[in-house]
């Protein structure tokens, strides 16, 4: 079945740094899907990019579908984007999400 | 409703013990998926319907594991003769079509004691 792999697997920031967020997958997809999984359990939605950019506040996502990967870009970090964040890939004409493990992200004030 | 809702929260069983996890979608959205997820990994897929119908089943760990959508609406995660091992949240989520958006519960964490 197909692979998602997200990197790195951790990361710590200061407050207002900026990072980039990496998901490689190992097989053509019809749609992905950035979560924040915040520190009480929930799944948030962040982003549903098949391909191309899109922005959100200080967040934003790119996805090269023909180069199978995607990035997250989280600006300006606050202590409030702290917690797991996933990438998900709609694959075999829809139907199953398959999710990568994750990076997990501290800041620190 | 407004979002998707599942219940109860927080389940604590013995082990033996039969459960029942509910997952009431998103109103209008055709379908429902199911996802267990272990501390520090990612969500598992389960299985997920369209509808009433379940099309795909292949997540189920074992035959301790059903699911049901009768009416195409709410949908019934069951675990019969719960172990250890089962412990773990379990998530539901819905869309208003195949391959579209997800929209993810808070999800339901179990412990089987």
């Known amino acids: 079945g197909i692979q998602v792999e997200q990197s790195p697997p951790d990361l710590i920031l200061q407050e207002g740094a900026n990072s980039t967020l990496r998901c490689n997958f190992s097989?053509?997809?019809?749609?992905l899907q950035w979560f924040h999984q915040n520190p009480w359990g929930q799944l948030i939605n962040l982003f549903y990019?098949?391909?191309g950019t899109k922005q959100n506040g200080r967040l934003s996502a790119t996805t090269v579908a023909t180069e199978r990967y995607s990035l997250l870009y989280i600006s300006s970090s606050q202590t409030t984007d702290s917690g797991v964040y996933f990438c998900?890939?709609?694959?075999?004409?829809?139907?199953?999400?398959?999710f990568g493990q994750g990076t997990e992200l501290s800041v620190k004030p | 409703g407004a979002g998707v809702s599942q219940s109860p929260r927080y389940k604590v069983t013995k082990r033996g013990q039969d459960v029942a996890l509910r997952c009431d979608p998103i109103?209008?959205?055709?379908?429902l998926y199911w996802y267990r997820q272990a501390l520090g990994q990612g969500p598992e897929f389960l299985t997920y319907?369209?509808?009433?119908?379940?099309?795909?089943k292949s997540g189920l760990p074992n035959d301790r594991f059903s699911a049901e959508r009768p009416e195409g609406s709410i949908s019934t995660l069951t675990i019969q003769r719960t172990e250890q091992r089962d412990s773990a949240m379990y998530r539901c989520?819905?869309?208003?079509?195949?391959?579209?958006?997800?929209?993810f519960g808070q999800g339901t964490r179990l412990t089987v004691v």
């Open positions: 109103s209008g959205h055709v379908s």
């Open positions: 989520a819905s869309s208003s079509g195949q391959g579209v958006e997800a929209f």
């Open positions: 998900a890939v709609y694959y075999n004409q829809g139907g199953k999400l398959i």
């Open positions: 990019i098949p391909s």
């Open positions: 097989d053509s997809v019809n749609n």
């Open positions: 319907f369209n509808y009433e119908a379940q099309q795909d």
